[in-house]
């Protein structure tokens, strides 16, 4: 599959489990790019309020990123805006999006609540759940020393 890595990894914090999704070329055709494919998994979760535990935070990537193409690396971030109840979509820049592609991931879908600060490392097709108390309630500059 040119543009894709056929892989969507399924994350829920609430049971600390994890799935792996492994699209079609026509899914990948029907929902192109970053945003076609929140879109689609968005859509699912329409009916839900903005703070469900099964509401989605996804973040998925284009055909184009991790190549050449000028201004290709970036991610699309989806979830329900909470001030408009309607769709709250970003365009994530960085080097995140060219990393979770050359990873192996076309996207992530993140659902459920977690009782405590948690942290996430994704190793090929495994998925730590790490106790991140230790981090909470400090600033940026102190998490990343």
Known sequence: ???????????????????????DVAFCARHTGGKGMGGHYLRACASLAWDDPDML?????????????????RAHMVSKSPLTGLVGDASVGGKLATRLKRAGWDGLVIT??????????????QVVFANASHLWGQDTEAVHR
């Open 57 to 73: 935070v996804g973040l998925f990537t284009g055909p184009l990123v991790a190549s050449t193409a000028p201004t290709s690396g």
């Open 112 to 125: 459920g609540r977690s009782e405590q600060p948690i942290g996430l490392e994704i190793h090929d097709d």
């Open 1 to 23: 599959m040119y543009g894709w890595t056929g892989k969507i990894l399924h994350i829920d914090l609430t049971r600390r489990q994890f799935e792996i999704e492994t699209p």
